[in-house]
């Protein structure tokens, strides 16, 4: 058994919980992570074909954490090294070879080149479903960038081609945006679409309501929502 690192021990001995171990702590309870997995294991890297891939189960659980907290690719690789809890909660030890921003990024375009994100949410609803974890009568819509490298200095000399930039407040930024619809008494997501970060939010709100709602709560991104044709 390894030696444990000066970050771990303290980390051990620590005297409570933080908001985000409690989050990751839910989290881990909550998602059915082998029924996700044996979704994405088909298309998933093979041991023996070129470079040892990180097991499964690491990318994802990285993955998530990304979309919990909103992180680019170069953050969330910093946080990997930064933030113990988020280590744990990912399977990796500070001694480990953590994966790095072009891992993370490269698990990311194999679920879109395979459709896998919206199968993967499909997969949690019915869990939740299975477990009681039902909707009610009200979500709340929003939507949040995610944001990428604008730098062109890659292999191909140019910037990803599903990211676009945008103005929010006094600020120009590059990435994608995540709409999401959120029940309004459980507090979970039920609908994801993402998009470029130059689409307004208002165009996505139908893909975000289950059709059962008696109210729906947003920010003023979705003002006029109701004048729109497929909502009339």
Known sequence: MSQLTFAEAEFSN????????????????????????????????????????????????????????NLSDPAMEDALYEIESMRRFAGLRLSDSLPDETTILKFRHLLEKHSLGKKLFREI????????????EGTIVDATIIAAPSSTKNREGKRDPEMHQTKKGNEWQFGMKMHIGVDDGLGLIHSIETTGANEHDITQTEKLLHGDETRVWGDAGYLGVEKRPEHK
């Open 125 to 136: 609803e019915k869990h939740l479903a299975e477990h009681g974890l039902t909707l009610r």
């Open 14 to 69: 620590k005297k409570r919980q933080t908001r985000r171990e409690k989050f990751l702590s839910k989290m881990d309870a909550l998602i059915p992570w082998k029924k996700l997995e044996n979704r994405i294991r088909p298309v998933y890297p093979k041991i023996g074909n070129g470079r040892r891939p990180y097991p499964l189960s690491v990318m994802l659980r990285i993955h998530c954490m990304q979309l919990f907290y």
